[in-house]
């Protein structure tokens, strides 16, 4: 049903509205999406998430190669995922081996890879 202008100088459905609003997410919450997307969408830590999904564990030198990049970009970037809390390290005398953070991490992080590569596969890129 669509009544009213809400002061938005249109018409609305207001049961549309509340379930929209009621799906919303907190504020922390978007926070926190926002944060995770912003660290997993950067190209390079995107190919280590990747090949960390495909293999348990690997050295830094292990991680640069399979994502095709410098030792140092590699150590930089899982850094930050390790700070993000998505991937711990084990020492092994002088080496740092890499892997995701725990069991429940690895299904969402394949999935969402997932969705996301439908995704970019359906949406054009941007013009510019």
Do not use: K, W
């Not at 990747?50 to 690997?58: G, K």
């Not at 969705?115 to 359906?122: H, T």
């Amino acid at each position: 049903m669509i009544v009213g202008d809400a002061g938005h100088g249109h018409p609305f459905d207001p049961e549309s509205v509340e379930r929209a609003r009621s799906a919303r997410l907190s504020s922390a919450e978007v926070d926190r999406l926002a944060e995770v997307l912003s660290i997993v969408g950067e190209p390079v830590r995107a190919r280590i998430i990747t090949a960390l999904l495909a293999v348990e564990e690997l050295c830094v030198g292990d991680v640069a190669l399979a994502a095709d990049v410098s030792e140092d970009a590699a150590s930089y970037a899982l850094r930050v995922l390790r700070t993000a809390g998505l991937v711990q390290r084990r020492r092994q005398g002088r080496l740092n081996f890499y892997r995701l953070a725990d069991d429940d991490t690895q299904p969402a992080l394949r999935s969402a890879l997932a969705e996301l590569r439908r995704l970019a596969a359906a949406t054009p890129p941007p013009a510019g």
